[in-house]
């Protein structure tokens, strides 16, 4: 399978700057062309700081319209590969896989966090905490690249949970999407969650995607992550829990927030190549 690497250097929706280098520490390094990657190119944000919205909202658009074709063009060349830069990205990358939702597209998304947040439910006004919401076509509109939805709620999933606000999960079950909290997944056991969830996500008529957050796993295994959250997901059981699973649908895969510059023995790059090499074997 022929793959192509898309580098999202974004942190405006973040909460650290470092979040920008990780595409950039990631792109230099040796490591992906251990898997034969074909270049895609690089999306990179003038703006280093995190901007909260209203403010970021302007770059962050931008930026995801770039994305978004880029990814969009590159799909022709093999399975995209997305490496963030902050969780905001992701607005761009599932838009143009999903070519501004005229594709009817599933989506598996591993974190800590639901990410589903509107400024109006927002304590922090973050970026990064609502590209869910903005995929499944709510808040901000400057940030809807397409008219409705770009990712179809009864197809989507998201797993690995364990922090979230007021509004958050309201949203998710009233568009029906399904979420799995971590003391779901410590009671049925990684395995019977992941196999339930690639079931939904790729019974979409277009196929699905993959976005994993680095914080969905246990800061022991990925420390350099901007919002780290305790008792997450162990790298062997996620890999074992993946590696099995047939990835014929699988359309895309985006590996996001790791910030190089927590990342004091490498232990984050590691993961990021270990969950790699498990997804694109
Ligand atoms: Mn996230």
């Not at 590969?81 to 902050?86: F, L």
């Not at 409705?148 to 989507?156: A, D, L, Q």
Request: some cysteine; proline content about 7%.
């Amino acid at each position: 399978m022929k793959t192509v690497a898309i580098d999202a250097g974004f942190a405006i929706g973040g909460a650290d700057t470092g979040n920008r280098n990780g595409p950039w520490l990631y792109r230099r390094s040796r490591l992906r062309y251990r898997h034969g990657m074909l270049d895609g190119g690089l999306v990179w944000q003038c703006q280093a700081q995190p901007l909260p919205w209203p403010e970021g909202v302007p770059e962050l658009r931008n930026s995801c319209i770039r994305l978004a074709r880029r990814v969009l063009r590159q799909q022709k060349r093999g399975l995209p590969v997305i490496i963030g830069g902050d969780h905001s990205c992701a607005i761009g990358t599932w838009s143009g896989l999903s070519d501004y939702g005229r594709k009817a597209l599933g989506l598996l998304w591993i974190d800590a966090h639901l990410d589903s947040h509107t400024p109006l439910t927002s304590p922090s006004g973050r970026l990064h905490g609502m590209p869910l919401a903005i995929l499944l076509g709510e808040g901000e509109p400057a940030l809807q690249l397409g008219k409705g939805p770009m990712v179809r709620p009864e197809y989507t999933v998201v797993l690995g949970v364990r922090s979230y606000e007021p509004g958050e999960p309201e949203r998710l079950q009233r568009l029906g999407v399904r979420f799995y909290t971590m003391d779901e997944i410590r009671r049925r056991g990684l395995g019977v969650c992941v196999a339930e969830a690639w079931r939904r996500v790729s019974a979409a008529p277009d196929g699905f995607g993959l976005s994993i957050d680095l914080d969905a796993l246990d800061p022991a295994y990925a420390p350099a992550v901007s919002v780290r959250e305790p008792d997450g997901l162990s790298l062997p059981h996620l890999v074992k829990a993946l590696h099995s699973r047939n990835r014929r649908r699988l359309k895309a895969v985006e590996i996001v927030e790791f910030n190089p510059t927590l990342d004091r023995d490498l232990r984050t790059q590691k993961t990021l190549t270990a969950l790699l090499n498990s997804l694109l074997r």
